[in-house]
């Protein structure tokens, strides 16, 4: 079944430092990809729809400039957290689909985020 | 706006059989999918319905009536390992996600 990596799991790193996420789809080409955010015990928020060889579409109340997508290839996106606070500390999960956009999403593993 | 309602807690005991419902209004509507996900883990995909209809998966089944903008999850067979959050989700154009608030599922001896 399809695939999604997501890497590094586990994040913990000083206010002020940009982390960056990675998201592989690796047993398919993934032309759209899209992140999500995780409060603990709260759903999962669409932050942006990334697109392969485009600008990314972000939601409103996203900063762009604070999370930064780029989708190089078609198996690799990836999402920057830009000069991290403490209420940037949450999970970060990104899903892509197998085929057309309307096909059911797959997530990575989640990357747990704590900015001290 | 885009808005899914599910109840926030179900209760059940081992064996048995749960439903947990979700309705619907948002603008668009490509399927309604749903997802498991256990404590620090990431959402785990379980069906997807586009049509109306009943989706069996093993235990696991799920309805969809889009003129009701309506569905379910339904789980039979109840084990402790069932518990968990479950997630209902509108597919959009595009493919993007709306979640639900999320159903916190406990399983009891």
Known sequence: ?116 | GQSLEQPSEVTAVEGAIVQINCTYQTSGFYGLSWYQQHDGGAPTFLSYNALDGLEETGRFSSFLSRSDSYGYLLLQELQMKDSASYFCAVTLQGGKLIFGQGTELSVKP
């Not at chain 1, 592989?24 to 990334?50: I, N, V």
Request: positive net charge; hydrophobic residues 30%.
């Open chain 1, 1 to 116: 079944g399809a695939v999604v990596s997501q890497h590094p799991s586990r994040v913990i790193c000083k206010s002020g430092t940009s982390v960056k996420i990675e998201c592989r789809s690796l047993d398919f080409q993934a032309t759209t990809m899209f992140w999500y955010r995780q409060f603990p015990k709260k759903s999962l928020m669409l932050m942006a729809t990334s697109n392969e060889g485009s600008k990314a579409t972000y939601e409103q109340g996203v900063e762009k400039d604070k999370f930064l997508i780029n989708h190089a290839s078609l198996t690799l996106s990836t999402l920057t957290v830009t000069s991290a606070h403490p209420e940037d500390s949450s999970f970060y999960i990104c899903s892509a689909s197998q085929g057309q956009g309307n096909q059911p999403q797959h997530f990575g593993d989640g990357t747990r985020l704590s900015i001290l």
